[in-house]
């Protein structure tokens, strides 16, 4: 009868006589259930840059001290800013802009009201913004705003090397 091996003595048998394949490079549609050869690190901040995690109006915080539906603040509409545009009109004090969920901070503004707290209703992206919007409640700097690299930052570990390949790592 043949001496039995431990599993340690086993595994260092077998690593002594493989070694790891050269790194092949592979369209991402053909990597799921493979494994990294090496660490993937971040080369951008996620999200790229601040915006907006709600549809609403990006506004200026402090205008909207002391609002509520029995004292609504009135401010002026100057921009209607959608995901993938990029604001080009800074928001001042008693102005504020209507935003969609992913479009870019406008310059100026620190918070985003959500339309809900607001007395304009109308969600359609195809609908015009309003010329003035009644604001319900009050909101602090950085309410609904997603800032740059708040997911990943430039430099962080994504994925580490030896990880299998599933959906989520590949999105």
């Given amino acids: 009868m043949a001496d039995l091996l431990s599993v340690k003595d086993a595994q260092e048998k077998i690593l002594a006589v493989i070694s790891p394949t050269d790194l092949i490079e592979e369209s991402l549609e053909s990597t799921s259930g493979k494994y990294l ?3 993937i690190i971040a080369s951008m901040n996620l999200p790229p840059f601040d915006n907006s995690s709600m549809d ?5 915080s402090k205008d909207t001290i002391s609002s509520g539906r029995d004292h609504p603040i009135t401010l002026r509409v100057i921009d209607d800013i959608p995901a993938g545009k990029n604001p080009n009109i800074p ?7 209507r935003i969609m969920t992913g479009a870019p901070i406008p310059q100026g503004a620190d918070a985003v009201i959500k339309y809900e707290d607001t007395d304009f209703n109308f969600r359609d992206p ?9 604001l319900y409640h009050e909101v602090q700097p950085g309410d609904n705003i997603r800032t740059s690299g708040e997911d990943i930052c ?4 994504v ?13």
């Fill in 37 to 39: 050869g090496k660490d």
């Fill in 56 to 60: 609403g109006f990006a506004v200026q």
């Fill in 91 to 97: 928001i001042t004090p008693g102005s504020c802009a």
């Fill in 126 to 134: 195809d609908s015009s913004a309003p010329l003035n919007v009644n």
């Fill in 154 to 157: 430039i430099g962080d570990l």
């Fill in 159 to 171: 994925l580490e090397r030896k990880t299998k390949l599933r959906p989520q790592g590949l999105g």
